[in-house]
């Protein structure tokens, strides 16, 4: 009877890992996706997505081409998640997202205290990021959103010097 017992124990376990391993791979096991800032990255899905969470949307953004063609863009440095989720709230996918800055033509200016950080590509000109000085990255934030609203077709009269 215990000999019994023990083996009753043993399958169970065994088929507790095998659904385990099933439901890993069949549902997009989590992994990672690295992701430069202001670049997009294409996901491409196995299985049509119906819903998409984002872990963080201030690290990351997702857009849809289609049910199962998405764009991950990194918006600023960090870690988050994405998950995506079928008509019947099975899971699709669970990526690990790291977004990354582009070091290869940025260069950041220190004195007295204070960073500004510039995007040399080719020339060299102001860009955001996380930690520059306040007194320069405020009038240049407003700056970016004002072009981002004309780009985007949401500025109004006010912000086009009253057209």
Not at 10 to 24: D, P
Not at 64 to 91: C, H, M, P, W, Y
Request: aromatic share 6%; proline share 3%.
């Amino acid at each position: 009877m215990a000999h019994d017992r023990k083996w009753g124990r043993i399958t169970a376990h065994i088929g507790f890992a095998f659904g385990a391993i099933l439901l890993c791979g069949g549902a997009g096991a989590s992994e990672s996706l690295r992701v430069t800032i202001d670049k997009n990255h294409v996901l491409r899905t196995e299985r049509p997505v119906e819903t998409v969470i984002v872990g963080n949307p201030h690290i990351a953004d997702v857009s849809a081409q289609s049910n199962q063609l998405l764009f991950v863009l990194g918006r600023t440095s960090g870690e988050t998640n994405i998950l995506g989720f079928d008509k019947d709230g099975n899971v699709v996918f669970d990526k690990d997202v790291t977004v990354v800055p582009h070091n290869a033509r940025t260069v950041t200016l220190h004195r007295a205290g204070a960073s500004e950080t510039f995007a040399c590509a080719p020339r060299c000109e102001a860009t955001l990021r996380a930690g520059d000085d306040i007194e320069r990255f405020e009038p240049l934030s407003k700056e970016v959103e004002t072009v981002v609203k004309f780009a985007t077709g949401q500025a109004t009269s006010a912000n086009k010097g009253g057209e």
